[in-house]
């Protein structure tokens, strides 16, 4: 089936750096979706981008979407420790659009 | 909270019994999902319920029994589990594109 190889697995960062985790499909997505999940807790969804090169901003956080519409990124500013967590995008174009595929995620640690 | 809710939170059962997880939703989404997450693997769609279908992963193995008696409730039942079926097991709900998932359920199977 189709697969999302995202990188890195594990990034920590200091307090105040910059955090990017890259998603990659070897197919054309028709969309790609992002979830955060806090330690403990469940997957939340972030946004869903649609349109090739679509960029959006939610405060700190910056999500892409290759032009190719093959890869996604998503780009945290000046981290807190509010952003710990690990970062999943998904697929939505395997079978039927009910169906995701999730990336294997990326681990943020930031340490204070 | 997320307006899904699952219960049991944690489960610790022996391989020859028989348990079932419940998920229920109120927020008057149309489709149902259950996913499996293990440590170290991504999180795996195991079933899809929804107005139009019902979708099984084909390597989500026969001792997980889905059962869906309305849009608001879905249950997985289970039986003679194997350890390796240890996990994190999420419940989600959608009415578009974005799922919103439960808590999930903590299985440890000895």
């Known amino acids: 089936g189709q697969q999302v190889m995202q990188i890195p697995q594990y990034q920590h960062v200091q307090e105040g750096e910059d955090f990017t985790t890259y998603c990659n499909s070897s197919?054309?997505?028709?969309?790609i979706q992002w979830y955060k999940q806090r330690p403990g807790g469940h997957p939340v969804f972030l946004i869903q981008?649609?349109?090739?090169?679509e960029v959006k901003k939610q405060k700190r956080l910056t999500f892409q979407f290759g032009e190719a519409k093959k890869n996604s990124s998503l780009h945290i500013t000046a981290t807190q420790t509010t952003d710990v967590g690990t970062y999943f995008c998904?697929?939505?174009?395997?079978?039927?659009?009910?169906?995701?595929?999730f990336g294997s995620g990326t681990q943020l640690t930031v340490l204070p | 909270e997320t307006g899904v809710t699952q219960t049991p939170r944690h489960l610790v059962m022996g391989m020859t019994n028989k348990k079932s997880l419940k998920c229920e939703q109120h927020?008057?989404?149309?489709?149902m999902y259950w996913y499996k997450q293990s440590a170290k693997k991504p999180l795996e769609l195991m079933f899809v319920?929804?107005?139009?279908?019902?979708?099984e992963n084909n390597s989500v193995p026969s001792r997980f029994s889905p059962e869906c008696p309305n849009s608001s409730h879905l249950f997985l039942h289970l039986h003679t589990l194997q350890p390796e079926d240890s996990a994190l097991y999420l419940c989600?709900?959608?009415?578009?594109?974005?799922?919103?998932f439960g808590p999930g359920t903590r299985l440890t199977v000895l």
């Open positions: 989600a709900s959608s009415f578009g594109y974005e799922q919103f």
């Open positions: 197919t054309t997505l028709s969309n």
């Open positions: 981008l649609v349109k090739s090169g």
């Open positions: 998904a697929d939505p174009s395997s079978g039927s659009a009910r169906q995701l595929t």
């Open positions: 927020l008057g989404h149309n489709a």
């Open positions: 319920y929804s107005l139009e279908e019902r979708v």
